[in-house]
């Protein structure tokens, strides 16, 4: 029905008595009432006594009856309603006067009234049901231009989702089909419709259960060759003589096509073991036949690029499922592996030895998503990014599991709904997934099952929608009066007031959550009763109930807060397990982000550093932890301005060799007896990478909304004191010439995401806007409509230049080309800084003179340029500030010159973001930054270059089209030209360094022959006595992490050992044997052989930060530990190995001769050392796990385990 509004009965004056009035008012209720129903539950419709199922008699369904419709009123927009609802394309006519003969049940509905754009007949208006003046022979009709897509089917109940009740989706209700006549022939139609392969079975009698629904179609008579059941013949829509005991089913013999597929246990998405998903399970492929030809189908199934490798025998270990598929055999043109040929599914004869594998080029992508038409960026119309274009996801199967991964992707909380039917609008591209079925656990849509892309049976009136909680801000929290700050009374922050939590319910879910919330590892115990002492602030929560896996506090049940019944002296407590993680740290209020006072996060919120004691040790581990270089000097008394959060940190003391400020010596966390006037600063020397910008939503890549990349997200700028000086560094950033303007107020539209910066004041010689000065990052007043923008005057090409007549092509007089012609350049006010720049644009290395008075002979040409002013730091000479083309008061005697030193280094590059070193995108290295080229006539020649550069053989690619996903940062190169002969690629012509046309959609790369294993990665020993004995530490993605202990052992260590040439591997130990690491934990679960050369070569889990602990942090001991010299000084670490079921403790020395210490019995006579961490002495070596013979400087002791 439509709105309520135009049902109302018209308004009557009555001058009765108020029973009447009463009367009135109750039929008023009841026919609301009945308009509710009608809203809620959409009647089914059908079209009877036509020529086909889009043209006939309308009737629909009420009380279980059907009926027609009055053609009073009945228009073309009304018709439009019904093929919509009806799946039946356009309406071409609303024929009245019974067109299609008169009907013989109720009338239902008269005066229908649609607009043309409802959904739904019921939604339009109209009289209430079985209200009407007319008779059949008035019944309406609607002819339709018929749709060519078939009718939806589905078979439900069943074991899969080719088995089941079948079900067929009409006037948009699903009905069932009665089985009289079904056969084998109907139910082939419905496995083929389906991609479900041959049909098994055609079982009846409601095999599958009773459906609810209308039974829409009966009589049914197929002939084997329709390709949908809607095709076949059967009696009108919902005329039937049946129940739904009769309903009819269908068994098909296989999945639909084409089967889903997967890599697993490599080191990305784009390899691994293959497994295919065939009758509700995931199996293995036997690699008898298999080569790079059906390597190759599995790539581009996956959206994994080319095929590189089709590895035998197990390579990326043996699955232990079914094996289904084997003597696979493919031509390369098959769409999905599934589609090749082999015997038949299950059918085999290997075992899981023989696994087959696959490494390809590319590295599979997440799937980009988003909400849109929502009310907020948490909730709107689904759609996805492929193939270059947004496209939207069908409602079919969609419900909250599946709305779940979204949110979870987005980062918006939990899933609030999963409304289909367009709720957010229909979208108008592509439809690209249609039957999405997540399992729930998926981190990406990307991971759950759906229909391949672009193969649907759907329109944009069932585009699928999500509705997530949000993101909201936690409490922030922190811990006082224990003995670490991952000890004592928990403390809430809530209305700008720490307050206490009552111990009622109090346990150790609540404290594992306070830990996780301050990264302080487990929780050891949960003291209630003011263990702590007692508080002296609000009491904020009472009955505290987490289920343990809340990210924070405030998220858990609760009463509201400052609701309690209880005093300070059950203020509840925890003891947590560890000191927490390194605590971020941020510079605010200086120049750039490598000076300024200093901040940490902690408990949430971000607080300052008081500046007692503050010294120079204590800036020099800021500056290291920030990666801005050396610390130049310290700043107190709130030098660069007083903070407003909590004063963090008190009396702190540095060595200078921690490796994060929280590592260092300081009071107990939000103790301290300062002022925000007391507010401590650092300078540091180096200036990090710029934040990348962009410009969005202009005409061009030069013009548009300003946005800036922090923390993985983009965000926009207030328009807050905005003006051309700050829009001139964007321009500069970015390539795009000078600032034309400057417009605020979301001039280019209104962003989505976070606002970064505000109050962004340059001084307009910045090469970056991350120099500029601006408010702290995520600190703003501001709202969207205030985004700022900027208008760049667009590229422009550098005019080239030249130097003559010197010795070689770096020295000589400088020449520049303007109008097809040569001429030169006067030497008013040339210098140095001049002759930086044509060096430079030369790739002619540093300047060494910049001599006048035409020392290189006078030119004949034209005088182009005179009083050349250069910053210095410019990419040509014509980007200097100058006088007009060929204004000038000069002769040919003032011609400058320039002596450049030399070609400079070769610059180097790097492939990234590949599966191994020798594919990926390409990155040079420019003035300390590294930065992409441009895909513009990137060709093999150019990929060869770089492969040949790099030691990886040949080129057999170049993708463009950021193939291996787009870089950040700036583009160095465009249009580079390479003969392919050159030894390196700065050898190549190009465009000047940062002079180009391009995004990032347009990044180079490029495949070469050599080195298909993985990338080697740094590893190291740490927190031992030597080199070759410690915690196992690797490196990744720059940063250095552990190994988690799980199936860690003599194989793997001996892998270490020899990667790190310390010899032979003489013990694994598992715990955290040599102290706990801080960084993230990289690897788990890494299974070596013992015969590898390099630990990457290794099975184990991919690159990602585990669920262990760094308590179960792997370590290592080599042999070659045993020859490094004596030292002098005890090892800080001195306890006894501990007692195993094999082998009793052993007592290490501790400075003594060893006799009866090691060897437990047998004297090690004359032998002095140090404890090291339970392994004994320096030569003196003993072993938990297997060695059973000690070594004492050469002399070897009796077996005694």
Same mark, same amino acid.
């Given at each position: 029905?439509?709105?309520?509004?135009?049902?109302?009965?018209?308004?009557?004056?009555?001058?009765?008595?108020?029973?009447?009035?009463?009367?009135?008012?109750?039929?008023?209720?009841?026919?609301?009432?009945?308009?509710?129903?009608?809203?809620?539950?959409?009647?089914?419709?059908?079209?009877?006594?036509?020529?086909?199922?889009?043209?006939?008699?309308?009737?629909?369904?009420?009380?279980?009856?059907?009926?027609?419709?009055?053609?009073?009123?009945?228009?073309?927009?009304?018709?439009?309603?019904?093929?919509?609802?009806?799946?039946?394309?356009?309406?071409?006519?609303?024929?009245?006067?019974?067109?299609?003969?008169?009907?013989?049940?109720?009338?239902?509905?008269?005066?229908?009234?649609?607009?043309?754009?409802?959904?739904?007949?019921? @939604?339009?208006?109209?009289?209430?049901?079985?209200?009407?003046?007319?008779?059949?022979?008035?019944?309406?009709?609607?002819?339709?231009?018929?749709?060519?897509?078939?009718?939806?089917?589905?078979?439900? /109940?069943?074991?899969?989702?080719?088995?089941?009740?079948?079900?067929?989706?009409?006037?948009?209700?699903?009905?069932?089909?009665?089985?009289?006549?079904?056969?084998?022939?109907?139910?082939?139609?419905?496995?083929?419709?389906?991609?479900?392969?041959?049909?098994?079975?055609?079982?009846?009698?409601?095999?599958?259960?009773?459906?609810?629904?209308?039974?829409?179609?009966?009589?049914?008579?197929?002939?084997?060759?329709?390709?949908?059941?809607?095709?076949?013949?059967?009696?009108?829509?919902?005329?039937?003589?049946?129940?739904?005991?009769?309903?009819?089913?269908?068994?098909?013999?296989?999945?639909?096509?084409?089967?889903?597929?997967?890599?697993?246990?490599?080191?990305?998405?784009?390899?691994?073991?293959?497994?295919?998903?065939?009758?509700?399970?995931?199996?293995?492929?036997?690699?008898?036949?298999?080569?790079?030809?059906?390597?190759?189908?599995?790539?581009?199934?996956? !959206?994994?690029?080319? @095929?590189?490798?089709?590895?035998?025998?197990?390579?990326?270990?043996?699955?232990?499922?079914?094996?289904?598929?084997?003597?696979?055999?493919?031509?390369?043109?098959?769409?999905?592996?599934?589609?090749?040929?082999?015997?038949?599914?299950?059918?085999?004869?290997?075992?899981?030895?023989?696994?087959?594998?696959?490494?390809?080029?590319?590295?599979?992508?997440?799937?980009?998503?988003?909400?849109?038409?929502?009310?907020?960026?948490?909730?709107?119309?689904?759609?996805?990014?492929?193939?270059?274009?947004?496209?939207?996801?069908?409602?079919?199967?969609?419900?909250?599991?599946?709305?779940?991964?979204?949110?979870?992707?987005? !980062?918006?909380?939990?899933?609030?709904?999963?409304?289909?039917?367009?709720?957010?609008?229909?979208?108008?591209?592509? %439809?690209?997934?249609?039957?999405?079925?997540?399992?729930?656990?998926?981190?990406?849509?990307?991971?759950?099952?759906?229909?391949?892309?672009?193969?649907?049976?759907?329109?944009?009136?069932?585009?699928?929608?999500?509705?997530?909680?949000?993101?909201?801000?936690?409490?922030?929290?922190?811990?006082?009066? !224990?003995?670490?700050?991952?000890?004592?009374?928990?403390?809430?922050?809530?209305?700008?007031?720490?307050?206490?939590?009552?111990?009622?319910?109090?346990?150790?879910?609540?404290?594992?959550?306070?830990?996780?919330?301050?990264?302080?590892?487990?929780?050891?115990?949960?003291?209630?009763?003011?263990?702590?002492?007692?508080?002296?602030?609000? %009491?904020?929560?009472?009955?505290?109930?987490?289920?343990?896996?809340?990210?924070?506090?405030?998220?858990?049940?609760?009463?509201?807060?400052?609701?309690?019944?209880?005093?300070?002296?059950?203020?509840?407590?925890?003891?947590?397990?560890?000191?927490?993680?390194?605590?971020?740290?941020?510079?605010?209020?200086?120049?750039?982000?490598?000076?300024?006072?200093?901040?940490?996060?902690?408990?949430?919120?971000?607080?300052?550093?008081?500046?007692?004691?503050?010294?120079?040790? /204590?800036?020099?581990?800021?500056?290291?932890?920030?990666?801005?270089?050396?610390?130049?000097?310290?700043?107190?008394?709130?030098?660069?301005?007083?903070?407003?959060?909590?004063?963090?940190?008190?009396?702190?003391?540095?060595?200078?060799?921690?490796?994060?400020?929280?590592?260092?010596?300081?009071?107990?966390?939000?103790?301290?007896?300062?002022?925000?006037?007391?507010?401590?600063?650092?300078?540091?020397?180096?200036?990090?990478?710029?934040?990348?910008?962009?410009?969005?939503?202009?005409?061009?890549?030069?013009?548009?909304?300003?946005?800036?990349?922090?923390?993985?997200?983009?965000?926009?700028?207030?328009?807050?004191?905005?003006?051309?000086?700050?829009?001139?560094?964007?321009?500069?950033?970015?390539?795009?010439?000078?600032?034309?303007?400057?417009?605020?107020?979301?001039?280019?539209?209104?962003?989505?995401?976070?606002?970064?910066?505000?109050?962004?004041?340059?001084?307009?010689?910045?090469?970056?806007?991350?120099?500029?000065?601006?408010?702290?990052?995520?600190?703003?007043?501001?709202?969207?409509?205030?985004?700022?923008?900027?208008?760049?005057?667009?590229?422009?090409?550098?005019?080239?230049?030249?130097?003559?007549?010197?010795?070689?092509?770096?020295?000589?007089?400088?020449?520049?080309?303007?109008?097809?012609?040569?001429?030169?350049?006067?030497?008013?006010?040339?210098?140095? @800084?001049?002759?930086?720049?044509?060096?430079?644009?030369?790739?002619?290395?540093?300047?060494?003179?910049?001599?006048?008075?035409?020392?290189?002979?006078?030119? =004949?040409?034209?005088?182009?340029?005179?009083?050349?002013?250069?910053?210095?730091?410019?990419?040509?000479?014509?980007?200097?500030?100058?006088?007009?083309?060929?204004?000038?008061?000069?002769?040919?005697?003032?011609?400058?010159?320039?002596?450049?030193?030399?070609?400079?280094?070769?610059?180097?590059?790097?492939?990234?973001?590949?599966?191994?070193?020798?594919?990926?995108?390409?990155?040079?290295?420019? =003035?300390?930054?590294?930065?992409?080229?441009?895909?513009?006539?990137?060709?093999?020649?150019?990929?060869?270059?770089?492969?040949?550069?790099?030691?990886?053989?040949?080129?057999?690619?170049?993708?463009?089209?950021?193939?291996?996903?787009?870089?950040?940062?700036?583009?160095?190169?465009?249009?580079?030209?390479?003969?392919?002969?050159?030894?390196?690629?700065?050898?190549?012509?190009?465009?000047?360094?940062?002079?180009?046309?391009?995004?990032?959609?347009?990044?180079?790369?490029?495949?070469?022959?050599?080195?298909?294993?993985?990338?080697?990665?740094?590893?190291?020993?740490?927190?031992?006595?030597?080199?070759?004995?410690?915690?196992?530490?690797?490196?990744?993605?720059?940063?250095?992490?552990?190994?988690?202990?799980?199936?860690?052992?003599?194989?793997? @260590?001996?892998?270490?050992?020899?990667?790190?040439?310390?010899?032979?591997?003489?013990?694994?130990?598992?715990?955290?044997?040599?102290?706990?690491?801080?960084?993230?934990?990289?690897?788990?679960?890494?299974?070596?052989?013992?015969?590898?050369?390099?630990?990457?070569?290794?099975?184990?889990? !991919?690159?990602?930060?585990?669920?262990?602990?760094?308590?179960?942090?792997?370590?290592?001991?080599?042999?070659?530990?045993?020859?490094?010299?004596?030292?002098?000084?005890?090892?800080?670490?001195?306890?006894?190995?501990?007692?195993?079921?094999?082998?009793?403790?052993?007592?290490?020395?501790?400075?003594?001769?060893?006799?009866?210490?090691?060897?437990?019995?047998?004297?090690?006579?004359?032998?002095?050392?140090?404890?090291?961490?339970?392994?004994?002495?320096?030569?003196?070596?003993?072993?938990?796990?297997?060695?059973?013979?000690?070594?004492?400087?050469?002399?070897?002791?009796?077996?005694?385990?």
């Amino acid at each position: 029905m439509g709105p309520l509004g135009n049902l109302l009965p018209p308004r009557v004056t009555h001058s009765g008595s108020l029973a009447a009035f009463a009367g009135t008012r109750m039929e008023t209720v009841l026919f609301l009432l009945a308009c509710l129903w009608g809203v809620a539950n959409s009647a089914p419709i059908r079209l009877a006594s036509g020529p086909s199922r889009c043209a006939g008699r309308l009737e629909v369904l009420w009380k279980q009856q059907w009926g027609t419709m009055c053609d009073d009123s009945w228009d073309l927009s009304d018709a439009m309603v019904v093929c919509r609802q009806l799946d039946c394309g356009e309406a071409l006519s609303a024929p009245g006067l019974a067109h299609f003969g008169q009907g013989t049940g109720d009338i239902w509905l008269d005066d229908v009234n649609c607009t043309g754009t409802e959904a739904d007949l019921t @939604a339009c208006r109209t009289r209430p049901w079985r209200e009407h003046n007319c008779n059949h022979k008035e019944d309406a009709g609607v002819v339709c231009s018929e749709s060519k897509k078939p009718v939806k089917l589905q078979l439900v /109940n069943g074991s899969s989702r080719c088995a089941g009740r079948v079900e067929v989706l009409y006037g948009q209700q699903w009905g069932t089909v009665c089985d009289d006549n079904w056969d084998i022939i109907d139910a082939e139609v419905v496995c083929q419709q389906l991609g479900c392969r041959t049909a098994l079975s055609a079982p009846s009698s409601a095999y599958f259960g009773q459906g609810p629904d209308p039974i829409w179609l009966d009589d049914v008579n197929c002939k084997g060759t329709e390709a949908a059941l809607s095709e076949c013949s059967a009696k009108p829509w919902g005329s039937h003589n049946c129940v739904h005991g009769e309903d009819a089913g269908v068994v098909c013999s296989g999945f639909a096509e084409p089967a889903p597929l997967r890599l697993v246990n490599g080191l990305t998405h784009c390899s691994g073991r293959v497994e295919v998903f065939y009758g509700q399970r995931w199996g293995t492929v036997c690699d008898d036949g298999w080569d790079l030809v059906e390597a190759e189908v599995v790539c581009k199934q996956l !959206g994994c690029g080319e @095929a590189l490798l089709a590895p035998h025998g197990a390579y990326f270990g043996q699955g232990s499922g079914p094996i289904w598929l084997d003597d696979v055999s493919c031509t390369g043109t098959e769409a999905a592996l599934s589609q090749c040929r082999d015997p038949s599914w299950g059918s085999r004869n290997c075992g899981h030895g023989e696994d087959a594998g696959v490494v390809c080029t590319g590295f599979a992508e997440l799937l980009p998503v988003r909400l849109v038409n929502g009310s907020s960026h948490c909730s709107g119309r689904v759609e996805v990014f492929h193939e270059q274009q947004w496209g939207t996801v069908c409602d079919d199967s969609w419900d909250l599991t599946d709305a779940q991964v979204v949110c979870r992707q987005l !980062g918006c909380g939990t899933a609030v709904s999963a409304p289909g039917s367009a709720w957010f609008g229909q979208g108008t591209d592509q %439809i690209w997934l249609d039957d999405v079925n997540c399992a729930g656990a998926e981190t990406i849509l990307h991971e759950c099952w759906a229909k391949p892309w672009g193969d649907h049976n759907c329109n944009h009136g069932e585009d699928a929608g999500v509705e997530c909680s949000g993101v909201t801000e936690p409490a922030p929290v922190w811990l006082v009066n !224990g003995l670490n700050h991952c000890a004592g009374r928990v403390e809430v922050f809530h209305e700008q007031q720490w307050g206490t939590v009552c111990d009622d319910d109090w346990d150790r879910a609540e404290a594992s959550v306070v830990c996780r919330q301050l990264g302080c590892g487990a929780a050891l115990s949960a003291p209630g009763s003011a263990h702590f002492g007692q508080g002296s602030d609000p %009491i904020w929560l009472d009955n505290v109930n987490c289920a343990g896996n809340e990210a924070a506090l405030s998220e858990c049940k609760a009463e509201t807060w400052g609701s309690h019944n209880r005093k300070h002296g059950e203020d509840a407590g925890v003891v947590c397990s560890d000191i927490p993680r390194i605590a971020p740290l941020r510079l605010v209020n200086g120049p750039n982000r490598c000076s300024g006072r200093v901040e940490v996060f902690y408990g949430q919120q971000w607080g300052t550093v008081c500046d007692d004691y503050w010294d120079i040790s /204590n800036a020099e581990v800021v500056c290291w932890q920030l990666g801005c270089g050396t610390a130049l000097s310290i700043a107190a008394s709130a030098h660069f301005g007083e903070g407003s959060g909590p004063i963090w940190m008190d009396d702190v003391n540095c060595t200078g060799s921690e490796i994060a400020l929280s590592k260092c010596e300081t009071t107990l966390w939000g103790v301290h007896n300062c002022s925000h006037g007391e507010d401590a600063g650092v300078v540091c020397l180096g200036v990090p990478e710029p934040a990348p910008i962009r410009l969005v939503n202009g005409s061009n890549i030069c013009s548009g909304r300003i946005e800036v990349f922090h923390e993985q997200q983009w965000g926009t700028i207030c328009d807050d004191s905005w003006d051309l000086t700050d829009a001139q560094v964007v321009c500069r950033q970015l390539g795009c010439g000078t600032a034309v303007s400057a417009p605020g107020s979301a001039r280019f539209g209104p962003g989505t995401k976070r606002i970064w910066l505000d109050d962004v004041n340059c001084a307009g010689a910045e090469n970056a806007l991350s120099d500029c000065q601006a408010r702290s990052w995520g600190d703003h007043n501001c709202n969207h409509g205030e985004d700022a923008g900027v208008v760049c005057s667009g590229v422009m090409e550098p005019a080239p230049v030249r130097l003559v007549n010197g010795p070689n092509r770096c020295a000589g007089r400088v020449e520049v080309f303007h109008e097809q012609q040569w001429g030169t350049v006067c030497d008013d006010d040339w210098d140095r @800084a001049e002759a930086s720049v044509v060096c430079r644009q030369l790739g002619c290395g540093a300047a060494l003179s910049a001599p006048g008075s035409a020392h290189f002979g006078q030119g =004949s040409d034209p005088i182009w340029l005179d009083n050349v002013n250069c910053a210095g730091n410019e990419a040509a000479l014509s980007e200097c500030k100058a006088e007009t083309w060929g204004s000038h008061n000069c002769k040919h005697g003032e011609d400058a010159g320039v002596v450049c030193s030399g070609t400079p280094e070769v610059p180097p590059v790097r492939l990234v973001n590949g599966p191994t070193c020798c594919a990926g995108r390409v990155e040079v290295l420019h =003035s300390q930054q590294w930065g992409m080229i441009c895909d513009d006539t990137w060709d093999l020649s150019d990929a060869a270059v770089v492969c040949q550069q790099l030691g990886c053989g040949k080129a057999m690619s170049a993708p463009g089209s950021a193939y291996f996903g787009q870089g950040f940062g700036r583009i160095w190169l465009d249009d580079v030209k390479c003969s392919g002969k050159e030894s390196a690629l700065s050898e190549c012509t190009a465009r000047p360094w940062g002079v180009h046309n391009c995004n990032h959609g347009e990044d180079a790369g490029i495949v070469c022959s050599g080195n298909f294993h993985p990338c080697p990665f740094p590893v190291r020993l740490a927190g031992g006595p030597g080199r070759c004995a410690g915690r196992v530490e690797v490196q990744h993605g720059g940063q250095w992490g552990t190994i988690c202990d799980d199936d860690w052992g003599l194989p793997d @260590a001996a892998v270490v050992c020899r990667q790190l040439g310390c010899g032979d591997a003489l013990a694994a130990p598992p715990g955290a044997w040599f102290g706990e690491g801080l960084g993230p934990i990289w690897l788990n679960g890494l299974r070596c052989r013992g015969t590898e050369e390099r630990l990457v070569l290794c099975r184990h889990r !991919g690159w990602r930060p585990h669920v262990c602990a760094h308590e179960e942090d792997a370590s290592a001991v080599c042999s070659a530990h045993r020859f490094q010299p004596l030292g002098t000084n005890e090892h800080p670490w001195t306890p006894t190995l501990p007692p195993t079921d094999t082998q009793p403790p052993v007592t290490a020395c501790t400075g003594a001769a060893c006799t009866g210490a090691v060897c437990t019995g047998k004297a090690c006579t004359g032998v002095h050392g140090q404890s090291v961490h339970g392994y004994g002495v320096h030569g003196c070596s003993t072993h938990r796990y297997g060695v059973h013979s000690y070594e004492c400087m050469g002399k070897v002791c009796t077996d005694t385990v």
